[in-house]
């Protein structure tokens, strides 16, 4: 991502009580030169831009951090002296506009954002580099002017903390040491689709929007689906294996005089994501299984592993793709699914994955340049008698794929403080058991393999 703004960004202006105000260029040069930096500029005269031009910040992406009340909001810092949200790609004029904006949409009663004192940039907050300049360029200005900014935020974040000082005193002894880092890559925090609006190219594609049901956009859902619980446990079990995000293709069939589609077989690629040259050799082994086994594509899955099982403008791009291809394959209606798995998402309830079916319809034809509609899908779930061994034989070519893998995940290591990762996989497949109650004797050697990774 570039750090200059995009083409035709979202911009909002509306700070709150606390907006700075904005100085255009010739303004901030009157400034330099009537009195040079000898003229006293008040809190709301220096700017971002200002810090820029002296050389106290520097543009780059990711460098701005909102925390509040347990979300975190993360922000490029643009030439210009504005800031870009990285969630949704929104650009802000000031520190106290983005600031307002992103408390707002936790504590809707939050009426100012006090930006400079709420805005880390690098980890230490924007008004200690107000006060920086000051003391570099006003020596004698009055501190009173950067301090004046809400005594409260402080309190409030403060609060924050010492709540997480004293909870990890509590934890056990040792084990912060082996639990598995929570997401260090930026929270995303969904959106509803009726925000969306138009397509916005200066829009993060990794924005995450919330499902609609069909009957919210007044439709029927035109198709039944039903999921073989094997699908499921394979489908779950390659979502565990890695912090990376996998992908991987759902074989079944399509009955066109019931309109049920059977969800059959899950097909993992054994692949990157980024690896072009192997995906397509990939890909034609799963066409050749497919056929072997008499069954069609009739949809896909990929992970969110450490993120909410819920659609990103991209992947809502790439399900109409898949949908357009299926249907136009024989010039007649054939769903595609979508599933969205997030198997460590902490905001999941216990143990389990949460497991998402979704589909995406067309935005209306008087909107063509909207997004499409990602919509929840009502699914069947179907218990097997018994896991097969085809299944048992595409988990363990799994566990040796990703075996030497930088991102794989240690199942020695702890989920939460009372449970490991190897409890997690467990608790969370247990949820698709076959009828067979051998089912978790079976799988011992599967799980005796991924132990034996350190």
Not at 102 to 131: F, I
Not at 220 to 248: K, R, Y
Not at 274 to 294: P, T, Y
Not at 393 to 404: A, F
Request: aromatic share 8%; net charge negative; proline share 6%.
């Amino acid at each position: 991502m570039d750090s200059e703004p995009p083409s035709s960004p979202q911009v909002v202006e509306d700070g709150g009580e606390e907006d700075e105000e904005e100085l255009s260029g010739g303004e901030e040069a009157d400034l330099r030169s009537s009195s040079g930096r000898g003229s006293l500029l008040t809190r709301r005269g220096i700017t971002l831009r200002v810090l820029l031009k002296d050389g106290l910040v520097e543009p780059g992406d990711g460098v701005l951090a909102i925390h509040y009340l347990g979300k975190n909001f993360v922000g490029d810092l643009l030439n210009d002296g504005k800031i870009r949200w990285v969630e949704t790609g929104q650009i802000f004029n000031s520190p106290s506009a983005w600031a307002t904006h992103c408390k707002r949409l936790v504590n809707p009663a939050k009426k100012s954002g006090c930006g400079w004192a709420s805005v880390r940039y690098r980890g230490q907050k924007l008004v200690q580099y107000k006060t920086t300049w000051l003391h570099k360029y006003q020596p004698s200005a009055d501190m009173s002017l950067v301090s004046e900014e809400d005594d409260d935020e402080d309190e409030e974040e403060g609060k924050t903390a010492l709540q997480a000082d004293e909870k990890n005193k509590n934890n056990k002894p040792g084990l912060n040491d082996l639990m598995v880092s929570r997401r260090t890559d930026r929270e995303r925090i969904p959106v509803r689709y009726c925000t969306l609006g138009t397509r916005d190219a200066a829009r993060d594609s990794h924005t995450l929007v919330e499902l609609s049901a069909f009957s919210a956009i007044n439709r029927f859902q035109p198709f039944n689906v039903a999921v073989s619980s094997n699908v499921l446990l394979l489908m779950d079990f390659h979502c565990h294996l890695t912090t990376s995000e996998v992908v991987g293709y759902l074989g079944g069939r399509w009955d066109t005089n019931t309109q049920l589609l059977t969800v059959l077989r899950a097909f993992p690629c054994r692949t990157r994501l980024a690896d072009r040259e192997s995906a397509s050799a990939v890909e034609e082994e799963i066409c050749q299984n497919l056929f072997m086994r008499g069954l069609s594509l009739v949809g896909w899955y990929h992970s969110h592993p450490r993120g909410p099982a819920l659609p990103s403008l991209q992947d809502i791009d790439s399900q109409m793709d898949h949908q357009l291809r299926l249907q136009g394959s024989n010039n007649g209606f054939q769903p595609c699914l979508g599933i969205i798995c997030g198997p460590y998402y902490h905001g999941n309830q216990g143990v389990a994955s949460t497991i998402t079916p979704f589909w995406v319809v067309p935005p209306p034809e008087q909107r063509p340049n909207d997004y499409g509609i990602p919509v929840a899908v009502e699914v069947t779930y179907v218990q097997d008698n018994f896991l097969t061994s085809d299944v048992l034989n595409e988990m363990m070519l799994l566990v040796d794929y990703y075996r030497s893998a930088p991102d794989i995940v240690h199942f020695n290591q702890y989920w939460c403080p009372d449970t490991t990762m190897m409890d997690k996989i467990k608790g969370s497949l247990s949820c698709h058991a076959p009828k067979d109650q051998a089912y978790s004797q079976i799988l011992e050697h599967v799980y005796s393999q991924l132990s034996s990774i350190h």
